[in-house]
């Protein structure tokens, strides 16, 4: 169970998704609520923060895995602010002394006001205020804290004139308290990182295993031949490149890859996270992820079809993976061999080539190479960012579950491949689950993968 140690206590995150937001509204609009309900939530804690997830309006279920946490939920009147009344606090009280750990949360709006919530989490003998709150799909929310409403928000610089006078300054405010994560600083990524930088994230974590080389060179935003040279760190140059846009911007890199324990802790920190990488594990990872902590993302990707210079098709695509989304599985994206190769080492590709003799297995075969070229890997990141900064301010959603464009195509001949839920699929059981679902993960970080390792910045 999570404790906050002896150090600096932890700051604590509530998240909940979509689906109990909805519940919420029916129950608030029903008004015969007056009782707590309760709640089951999921759990992830790093050296400095305890994210809680709700898995779950409603007591334990049978089927559920170890480790998940009890809270109470009230619903506030109309707009009351969302505070409890002492005879609710004493009661409050004694539903938590005989926990290790409860979460109590107090929800209401105002009439065409946004969410109004307040949270609290028992522990260690004693109640603590939330830090911060993400609702899916709801960036308007406020949170409460000790029953005050949020803070004023900074005026926006000169820089985004232009987006402000589109969206907002209340949309750039939104922007500046927001968390985005990117997985993967290459081709995509690269232009992600800087176009959501400019228009004002507060705060990026960006994630990447790989150093420049010399291929890169044709994709890779603010790359230089030095780069190749010295070997340099995408997750550091990105770093760069968005201090020099903006030194205010709070950046956390890192070396490694989803799902390594570290990189999970920190991505389930943030608001949005981004997928920028081209391997087929990696976007098993993200999409498990986003379900598990109720954190959306969006994958994205793009290729070129046809070989010895006949180009028959220059595919962009983008993939939402908001955590009740179907998985990449349900979606058929996913070929398991594929994935195997991915996460073999080259020695034990070796080693089962030189074993197998004549007729090697599917495995042993190099992992086909996925060609793609900058024009590409830019409309992709740019896109994804534009759809990540439509959510994190609430102006818009991806109007897409999955959309191709084909840019040699007739009007980019665009598609929404739309799927369903596979019924034999167990990813919907997972949602807001957090490090209590792990034992379901599609995969866990294979052992020559070297430590995830956090980038002075
Ligand atoms: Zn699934």
Not at 114 to 122: D, E, F, L, N, T
Not at 159 to 175: D, K, M, N
């Amino acid at each position: 169970m999570p404790h906050s140690g002896k150090g600096a206590p932890a700051r604590l995150l509530l998240r909940i998704g979509r689906q109990e937001l909805d519940r919420l509204d029916e129950l608030a609009s029903a008004a015969t609520v007056t009782a707590p309900l309760d709640l089951t939530l999921g759990w992830c804690r790093s050296d400095t923060v305890i994210v809680f997830t709700l898995a779950r309006i409603g007591g334990p279920d049978a089927g559920d895995p170890p480790g998940l946490i009890a809270g109470h939920l009230r619903l506030a009147a109309a707009g009351e602010a969302p505070v409890f009344s002492p005879a609710e606090q004493q009661e409050e009280d004694a539903r938590a002394a005989g926990c290790p750990v409860f979460v109590s949360v107090t929800a209401g709006r105002g009439k065409d006001a946004p969410r109004r919530i307040a949270a609290r989490v028992w522990l260690a003998g004693k109640w603590h205020d939330l830090a911060a709150i993400a609702l899916e799909g709801e960036p308007d929310a406020e949170l409460f804290v000790g029953g005050a409403a949020p803070g004023l928000a900074a005026p926006p610089p000169d820089r985004v004139a232009r987006f402000t006078s589109a969206f907002g300054i209340e949309a750039y405010q939104r922007l500046r308290r927001s968390t985005v994560a990117v997985i993967g600083a290459g081709g995509t990524g690269s232009i992600a990182i800087p176009t959501l930088a400019r228009a004002g994230v507060g705060r990026l974590i960006i994630v990447d295993s790989d150093h420049v080389s010399p291929s890169n060179l044709e994709r890779m935003h603010a790359s230089f031949p030095e780069h190749v040279a010295a070997r340099t760190l995408k997750a550091e140059l990105a770093c760069d490149h968005v201090a020099r846009i903006d030194p205010e911007i709070a950046v956390e890199a890192w070396v490694g890859r989803l799902p390594q324990r570290a990189i999970v802790e920190a991505v389930a920190t943030a608001d949005v996270v981004l997928g920028c990488t081209d391997q087929q594990s990696s976007r098993l990872a993200l999409a498990d992820v986003a379900r598990r902590y109720l954190v959306p993302a969006i994958d994205c990707g793009g290729l070129i079809e046809g070989a010895n210079g006949r180009v028959t098709g220059q595919i962009v695509q983008l993939v939402r993976f908001r955590p009740g989304d179907p998985c990449p599985h349900c979606r058929k994206m996913i070929d398991p061999l594929r994935v195997r190769q991915e996460l073999m080492s080259e020695a034990e590709r070796t080693a089962l080539r030189a074993t197998a003799g004549s007729a090697p297995p599917p495995e042993a075969a190099d992992i086909p190479q996925i060609d793609t070229v900058g024009y590409i890997t830019t409309v992709s990141g740019t896109l994804a960012a534009g759809y990540a900064i439509g959510w994190l301010t609430g102006r818009f959603d991806p109007p897409f579950e999955r959309m191709q464009m084909n840019l040699i195509a007739e009007c980019l001949d665009v598609t929404n491949r739309r799927q369903a839920h596979d019924p034999a699929c167990q990813c919907r059981a997972l949602r807001g689950m957090a490090d209590q679902g792990a034992e379901a993960a599609p995969f866990t970080p294979p052992d020559h993968w070297p430590p995830a390792r956090r980038l002075e910045t």
